[in-house]
């Protein structure tokens, strides 16, 4: 089976540290952080809350937080205390943006988080898969493939009930 491969219809970097593209017209939207500090996360954070709140919430935002980069996943983790499933980022971004989902009950979050295969990759994606607090309205799921990540949320489906092998 041919494994479609995608490209991104644009590419900016907000700031030094944080890479974002966006896919398939913006159905989806790719962070990849490529340097990690308090002020990244934070900044990190606010865009991301920028972004929810100007979201069309007719349709569901679907977002990689990309964490790939070798050296990044710990660091990241450490920052923002291992709450690795936060679309908000922060705890402020978490609180902002889950208060947004409770005035919009239909509106629908993907978010698919991308590893890489070292060790601390790994232990990231072991921790999200144990340590969830996971809003009614956020669906999550890791990957260790960026591909996939895409593939997952232009599938349109939410199922994060099966965990996959490390090959996913």
Not at 44 to 70: C, F, G
Not at 72 to 94: C, K, T
Not at 138 to 153: A, P
């Amino acid at each position: 089976m041919d494994e479609q491969t995608y490209i991104p219809d644009s590419s900016t970097m907000p700031f030094p540290g944080l890479t974002v593209e966006h896919y398939e017209k913006g159905a989806v939207i790719l962070y990849r952080l490529t340097a990690v500090s308090k002020n990244i996360v934070d900044s990190w954070a606010n865009l991301v809350v920028e972004t929810i709140t100007n979201w069309d919430m007719s349709k569901p935002y679907r977002a990689v937080h990309d964490l790939s980069q070798a050296g990044i996943s710990l660091q990241y983790s450490a920052l923002v205390n291992f709450d690795l499933m936060n679309v908000g980022i922060n705890a402020e971004g978490r609180n902002q943006v889950e208060a947004l989902l409770d005035q919009h009950p239909e509106f629908n979050v993907m978010v698919a988080m991308n590893f890489n295969l070292s060790l601390s990759g790994q232990t990231n994606r072991t921790l999200m898969n144990f340590l969830s607090q996971i809003h009614p309205g956020i669906h999550y799921k890791t990957f260790y493939n960026r591909n996939k990540c895409l593939r997952w949320l232009l599938s349109g489906t939410s199922d994060t009930g099966e965990f996959k092998q490390v090959n996913e």
